[in-house]
């Protein structure tokens, strides 16, 4: 069975989806009127029928181009909220451990592209940015809350050194690691 004929028999399902969508009757009757004679000078003409089928599918295009809740004019998606909350306990959980964009990834149950353009979508930076934040933000707070050596902190935060911790926090907050502790400890020894 040609895809002519099995496109004229579904015709009645495509034109009641294109009349639910807003197109107008002329729009249907044009698209079908196409259709059908492609079907009609399929079998003695085929290059005929292949000109009523490119009528058919760009007046199609055209449609698409022009109705917002088509898929040419589809905005991408971010995750479902049920996905943050559950990459966001997964990565605080895990902020000392290596944290690849493909267990993310899996975490959330997308592929890895699907993920990365997701996830900027939701948080508006890419995965990677988010994880050394979170990893700058907590190791931060434990720079406030203790005395622990600069270096243990860094590795419990999942940095590899001292240097890479200090240029990170450095970038993220605008000061080293060593100022912030006398800052914030000035700060508290006058409370």
């Given at each position: 069975m040609?895809?002519?004929?099995q496109g004229?028999?579904?015709?009645g399902r495509?034109?009641?989806?294109?009349?639910e969508?807003g197109a107008?009757?002329?729009?249907?009757?044009?698209?079908e009127?196409?259709l059908?004679?492609?079907?009609?000078?399929?079998?003695?003409?085929?290059?005929?029928?292949?000109e009523?089928?490119v009528r058919?599918?760009a007046l199609?295009?055209?449609s698409a181009?022009?109705?917002?809740?088509?898929?040419?004019?589809?905005?991408?998606?971010?995750?479902?909220?049920?996905?943050?909350?559950?990459?966001?306990?997964?990565?605080?959980t895990?902020?000392?451990?290596?944290?690849?964009?493909?267990?993310?990834a899996?975490?959330a149950?997308?592929?890895?592209?699907?993920?990365c353009?997701?996830f900027?979508?939701?948080?508006g930076?890419?995965?990677?940015?988010?994880?050394?934040r979170?990893r700058?933000?907590?190791?931060r707070?434990m720079?406030?809350?203790?005395d622990e050596?600069?270096?243990?902190?860094a590795?419990?935060h999942?940095?590899?050194?001292?240097s890479?911790?200090t240029?990170?926090?450095?970038?993220?907050?605008?000061?080293?690691?060593q100022?912030?502790r006398?800052?914030?400890?000035?700060?508290?020894?006058?409370?």
């Amino acid at each position: 069975m040609s895809v002519v004929v099995q496109g004229a028999r579904s015709m009645g399902r495509e034109q009641a989806s294109l009349l639910e969508r807003g197109a107008d009757d002329t729009f249907v009757d044009d698209v079908e009127t196409l259709l059908s004679d492609a079907q009609a000078v399929l079998g003695t003409n085929a290059a005929a029928a292949c000109e009523y089928l490119v009528r058919a599918v760009a007046l199609l295009r055209d449609s698409a181009a022009h109705d917002p809740g088509s898929a040419a004019t589809h905005r991408p998606r971010g995750l479902a909220s049920w996905q943050l909350k559950r990459l966001t306990a997964h990565i605080d959980t895990n902020l000392g451990a290596r944290l690849r964009t493909a267990d993310l990834a899996a975490v959330a149950g997308l592929s890895v592209s699907h993920f990365c353009h997701a996830f900027k979508t939701t948080v508006g930076v890419p995965p990677a940015a988010y994880v050394g934040r979170r990893r700058i933000e907590a190791a931060r707070a434990m720079i406030e809350a203790t005395d622990e050596p600069l270096t243990r902190i860094a590795h419990l935060h999942g940095f590899c050194d001292q240097s890479h911790f200090t240029r990170t926090f450095r970038r993220e907050l605008g000061m080293a690691p060593q100022a912030w502790r006398r800052l914030k400890g000035a700060g508290q020894s006058f409370a």
